[in-house]
């Protein structure tokens, strides 16, 4: 399955993560606490709970909220408008986390040239001087 970050159907990616790891329909039932025909459902959801989706991430061993992540990073910018509180009382992060996935991403874009180096930059806020270093890094 190729790595959509902007249209993500979490119910086809656990559902890949299952088969890539050949468990069966009794383990998971049994760690869910749920029926066959309920994991089936929510192969099909698009959306899943974030309890749900955690109790996913847990038994496969994935961190299905980074797709997620991924996707806020492409194609949700931060806003200028919008600023952080000091005095707010929620977890800090680092404004950009690039995984490999991501930078594999934005090279193979460039590399198939469905997008320039300046549309990787003004559409995913990417700076050019890393994007030149991903590139120059990453060449093969």
């Given at each position: ?26 383990r ?18 698009e ?7 955690l ?15 991924q ?28 995984t490999r996935?991501?930078?594999d ?20 806020g ?15």
């Open positions: 399955m190729d790595s959509n970050f902007r249209n993500i159907h979490i119910g086809k990616f656990i559902h890949l993560r299952v088969k890539e790891n050949n468990i069966d329909a009794p998971i039932c049994n760690f869910m606490k749920c029926t066959e025909p309920e994991i089936n459902e929510m192969y099909a959801q959306n899943l709970s974030t309890n749900t989706l109790k996913w991430s847990k038994l496969l061993e994935y961190d299905f909220f980074r797709l997620y992540s996707h806020l990073i492409l194609y949700a910018p931060p806003s200028a408008s919008i600023r952080e509180s000091d005095s707010s009382k929620l977890p800090r992060f680092r404004k950009n986390i690039y996935e991501m930078i991403f934005i090279l193979e874009l460039i590399g198939k040239e469905e997008k320039t180096k300046r549309q990787i930059t003004d559409e995913y990417i700076p050019y001087t890393t994007l030149c270093k991903w590139i120059t890094k990453h060449n093969k």
